[in-house]
């Protein structure tokens, strides 16, 4: 396989095997962050080089139960730590759309993977965005699920209060069929919910309301990409829909407060690299605080180091209350405003991402790369459903369209895309 | 605002390490991050209250598992059946 993306970690093209059923014999790329056994899994990371799962993820066994041909695991952002998947420790995947910027992240491989066509499906994961922002910056169709849809069982955690697995295709029918095959009830899973999908996308959208936040077209938005989100909602207004605008007073919160949930959570669940059950040997003649820390810093990148740190100390004694206590609260309140807002509308729409995929290199500041994920990070704090959907371009680079919708709703998020698409391919 | 000194005390605390030529870079974000996090103190409401996910803790039931060879293919040192680990002592 010619990968001059890097989209891949691991291919299994000489060993594939594929069955029968709704994915028979559909190239499917899986992100590494999710348990494949018998095939390295890394979360692009130094810390599990080597790793190789003794299980499947249940979305992987649903994925063979239904003949799917697994080809490979793609890059990431170091567990899911970023917006660009130039976090990996293993080198950054480049945008099939112009290879001097990047795909997105942190599903960055598995969006270019399908953009570039070297699969027609792929899995991703987003915890603030991860599926959505390489889905947008790539010009692919990419699918958060309700929280809860899709079993995390199999999923390495970085986040698991806001973290979902999802479907990415290059049609919203792809990603229907892809969501089809991996939802549903999963008793290994201690969050998983049973709602079963069982969809075909629906182009029917007459007389439906969309919310039109303006906090998604407010000033950190580039300008052109709002043009091109609004042209595309004039498009949905056509077929029958009528916009409502509204606001989310508590989105102003809603970066801190994800990124102090994420960080918190983080720490506690990057606690077990320990290299002692798996990952690079520990010496073991050390004493345990010393040997641990040896491993943790060769095998963790910086943005996962600071990340814990982070955590670390906003969990600390002195500090709870004021970081991670009142971010509960502030997410509490980004979940008040949405069902406010659904109560009135059905589904909001808005841009994905605040700007085009950046330039190689271009993010280095860490709080600034941390700002572009203001538009996709309430959706999982809500734990709501949200697709991005291509919809036009900027510099010749592409836009995505976000449709978000009420929890366990994602039937008709994904029939409102299904919808769009149609008039414009 | 944190000093360059608690910066490393968190690093210990995490056992992540920080190695001596990245600190004060690294501080110096720490504290932008923090400083963007203080927005936080104006944040007014109430404390969620679980609605929909029940509790699916129960008392432990042996089922087949992973076996044992599965469970050490993946750990560096291994010693008759068990796990090797740095000293806790």
Redesign the interface.
């Given at each position: 396989m010619d990968d001059r993306y890097n989209a891949f970690l691991t291919t299994t093209c000489k060993n594939v095997t594929h069955g029968k059923g709704k994915l028979s014999g559909i190239a499917v790329a899986v992100k590494d962050n999710i348990s494949t056994r018998g095939i390295e899994t890394t979360c692009a990371s130094k810390i599990l080089k080597?790793?190789?799962p003794?299980?499947d993820a249940h979305v992987v066994e649903l994925l063979k139960r239904e003949g799917a041909a697994i080809v490979g695991k793609t890059n990431m952002d170091e567990f899911g730590m970023g917006t660009t998947t130039e976090n990996s420790a293993f080198g950054p995947t480049l945008n099939p759309c112009d290879t001097g910027r990047v795909p997105g992240g942190s599903s960055g491989g598995s969006a270019a993977a399908v953009a570039a066509g070297m699969v027609r499906m792929a899995i991703g994961t987003d915890t603030g965005g991860s599926i959505r922002c390489p889905a947008a910056f790539c010009g692919i169709v990419g699918l958060k699920p309700t929280y809860?849809r899709v079993s995390r069982f199999g999923l390495i955690a970085y986040a698991n209060s806001l973290e979902q697995i999802g479907p990415m295709g290059r049609s919203v029918t792809d990603v229907s069929t892809l969501m089809d095959v991996i939802a549903g009830y999963d008793?290994y899973d201690?969050?998983s919910?049973n709602k079963p999908y069982n969809h075909t996308p629906q182009p029917e959208i007459q007389g439906l309301k969309i919310g039109i936040p303006r906090e998604y077209f407010g000033p950190g938005v580039d300008p052109n990409v709002a043009r091109v989100v609004n042209t595309a909602i004039g498009r949905i207004e056509e077929l029958g829909a009528t916009t409502v605008p509204c606001s989310i007073p508590s989105m102003?919160?809603a970066?801190?407060?994800y990124?102090?949930t994420c960080t918190c959570e983080a720490?506690s669940n990057l606690?077990r690299f320990?290299?002692?059950?798996?990952?690079?040997?520990?010496?073991?003649?050390?004493?345990?605080?010393?040997?641990?820390?040896?491993v943790?810093?060769a095998g963790?990148g910086?943005e996962v180091?600071?990340r814990?740190?982070?955590g670390?100390?906003?969990l600390?004694s002195g500090y709870y209350g004021?970081?991670y206590?009142?971010?509960?609260?502030?997410?509490?309140?980004v979940?008040?405003d949405f069902a406010r807002i659904f109560s009135e509308v059905d589904v909001i729409a808005g841009p994905t991402m605040p700007t085009i995929a950046f330039k190689l290199g271009e993010k280095s500041?860490?709080?600034s790369m941390?700002l572009s994920d203001i538009l996709t990070v309430p959706v999982n704090l809500a734990g709501i459903p949200a697709i991005s959907v291509p919809c036009g371009k900027v510099e010749g680079m592409p836009v995505g369209l976000q449709i978000m919708g009420r929890p366990f709703d994602d039937e008709r998020v994904i029939d409102v895309a299904y919808a769009y698409e149609q008039v414009v391919t | 605002m944190?000093t360059e000194h608690e910066?490393t005390h968190?690093?210990?605390?995490?056992?992540?390490?920080?190695?001596t030529g990245?600190l004060g870079a690294?501080t110096h974000?720490?504290n932008?991050?923090?400083e963007?996090?203080d927005?936080?103190?104006?944040?007014?409401?109430?404390?969620?209250v679980t609605r929909?996910?029940c509790n699916?803790?129960r008392e432990d039931v042996v089922e087949p598992s992973?076996s044992q060879e599965?469970?050490l293919?993946?750990?560096?040192?291994t010693e008759d059946g068990f796990?090797?680990?740095?000293?806790?002592m």
């Open positions: 080597g790793y190789v003794p299980y809860g008793r201690s969050t919910v102003e919160y970066l801190a407060a990124y102090v720490s606690a320990d290299g002692v059950r798996y990952g690079p040997a520990t010496d073991t003649n050390k004493s345990w605080h010393a040997a641990y820390q040896e943790r810093r963790f910086t180091r600071r814990i740190m982070l670390t100390f906003a600390s004021k970081y206590a009142k971010a509960q609260i502030a997410r509490e309140n979940k008040r500041d860490p709080l941390y | 944190v910066v968190i690093a210990e605390l995490a056992d992540v390490g920080i190695n990245e690294f974000q720490f932008a991050i923090l963007y996090f927005i936080l103190d104006q944040v007014r409401g109430e404390q969620a929909d996910l699916v803790l992973l599965d469970v293919r993946n750990a560096a040192h796990i090797k680990a740095p000293r806790v």
